[in-house]
């Protein structure tokens, strides 16, 4: 069983205005193929087909006011309701409390014990690492849940072995904003074919895509339809590439943001659960899909 969970940091159901919304006004070809048409929309879900299952998941998981990245992406990760366990929702990196109950829940190190072998596909160049050490750096809630399970993260010599890959998929920003001149640049489709391929290397793959997030807090309407037209070719790519009969990709978030460029917070939009692999594979693990707290303990039943 291979999966492949593709995390997209701040990225909720919106509603159906161009005017706020950048997924209403992209043209996403590869993503419309898998919705019937369809854009990444709220009215939009739930959708199954043939090809995918779209569902609308509860980022709220019955706590009030906005979801935020820390208890969001940690919960996803554990399996367990850390908003409700602490009483609020807190981010953007995990406190004490939020780290805690990371550290002794993460996904890696449940998967670790079963003696299957997972990995976080993204790259860090030396100056994390070196962030790390120092103290002045602190983990976000997926590497720190990543590193307690007992993987390693993957560095700048991963990324040019064709092992890992940049925060943008083309390695475009590590050549521009990091200053790694050699870096391989890949064009979007290609990088999904290669991410395919890399992740069915093991039995559960992770990649963290943050550009989304950034993108809505500066209200960034450049950004936001330069990602979604990557995102777009990735996506063509990496469905093209996987093998669907032998593992599942998941696509999902920790709470809306780039979906409503009106505003610069987090939003209260539920988010999407897209599931892309063979329908019987599809069925069992959407059964008891709801909220994000229902993310791990449906990707473990698959390992079952």
Same mark, same amino acid.
């Given at each position: 069983?291979? !999966?492949?969970?593709l !995390?997209? #940091?701040?990225?909720?159901?919106?509603?159906?205005?161009p005017?706020?919304?950048?997924?209403?006004?992209?043209?996403?070809?590869?993503l419309?193929?898998?919705?019937?048409?369809?854009?990444l929309?709220?009215?939009?879900?739930?959708l199954?087909?043939?090809? /995918?299952?779209?569902?609308?998941?509860?980022?709220?998981?019955?706590?009030?006011?906005?979801? @935020?990245?820390?208890?969001?992406?940690?919960?996803?990760v554990?399996?367990?309701?850390?908003?409700?366990? =602490?009483?609020?929702h807190?981010?953007?990196?995990?406190?004490?409390?939020?780290?805690? =109950?990371?550290? %002794?829940?993460?996904?890696?190190?449940?998967?670790?014990?079963k003696?299957?072998?997972s990995?976080?596909?993204?790259?860090?160049?030396?100056?994390?690492? %070196?962030?790390?050490?120092?103290?002045?750096?602190l983990?976000?809630?997926i590497p720190?849940?990543?590193?307690?399970?007992?993987v390693?993260?993957?560095?700048?010599?991963?990324?040019?072995?064709? @092992?890992? !890959?940049?925060?943008? !998929?083309?390695?475009?920003? $590590?050549?521009? @904003?990091?200053?790694y001149?050699?870096?391989?640049?890949?064009?979007?489709?290609?990088?999904?074919?290669?991410?395919?391929?890399? /992740?069915?290397?093991y039995?559960f793959?992770f990649f963290?895509? $943050?550009?989304? #997030?950034?993108?809505?807090?500066?209200?960034? $309407?450049?950004?936001?339809?330069?990602q979604?037209?990557?995102?777009?070719? &990735?996506?063509?790519?990496?469905?093209?590439? $996987?093998?669907?009969?032998?593992g599942?990709?998941? =696509?999902?978030?920790?709470?809306?943001?780039?979906?409503?460029?009106?505003?610069?917070?987090h939003?209260?939009?539920? &988010?999407?659960?897209?599931? =892309?692999?063979?329908?019987?594979?599809?069925?069992?693990?959407?059964?008891?899909?709801?909220?994000?707290?229902?993310?791990?303990?449906?990707?473990?039943?698959?390992?079952?």
């Amino acid at each position: 069983m291979n !999966f492949l969970f593709l !995390f997209m #940091d701040g990225v909720g159901l919106g509603v159906n205005d161009p005017a706020i919304n950048p997924f209403a006004r992209a043209e996403m070809p590869n993503l419309e193929a898998l919705l019937d048409g369809k854009k990444l929309l709220s009215k939009s879900a739930p959708l199954e087909n043939g090809k /995918a299952s779209l569902l609308s998941l509860d980022a709220h998981m019955g706590v009030p006011d906005l979801p @935020q990245s820390a208890t969001g992406q940690g919960t996803l990760v554990t399996g367990i309701n850390i908003p409700a366990e =602490i009483g609020k929702h807190y981010g953007p990196k995990p406190n004490p409390e939020v780290a805690k =109950i990371i550290q %002794e829940n993460t996904i890696f190190g449940v998967l670790s014990s079963k003696g299957l072998k997972s990995a976080l596909l993204n790259a860090y160049p030396e100056p994390y690492f %070196e962030g790390i050490r120092s103290g002045k750096r602190l983990y976000s809630a997926i590497p720190l849940a990543v590193t307690s399970g007992g993987v390693a993260l993957k560095a700048s010599d991963d990324l040019f072995a064709g @092992q890992a !890959f940049s925060a943008d !998929f083309t390695g475009e920003g $590590w050549r521009r @904003q990091l200053g790694y001149a050699e870096t391989p640049l890949m064009s979007p489709q290609d990088a999904g074919k290669q991410l395919a391929r890399v /992740a069915m290397d093991y039995d559960f793959a992770f990649f963290e895509y $943050w550009p989304s #997030d950034f993108a809505g807090h500066k209200q960034d $309407w450049d950004s936001a339809l330069s990602q979604l037209k990557v995102i777009d070719g &990735v996506l063509g790519g990496l469905v093209e590439a $996987w093998d669907h009969d032998a593992g599942l990709i998941l =696509i999902t978030s920790d709470h809306g943001n780039m979906e409503d460029l009106s505003t610069r917070r987090h939003t209260a939009n539920q &988010v999407p659960g897209l599931v =892309i692999g063979s329908p019987d594979l599809r069925a069992k693990f959407v059964t008891n899909l709801q909220t994000l707290a229902d993310v791990t303990p449906a990707i473990l039943s698959m390992y079952d």
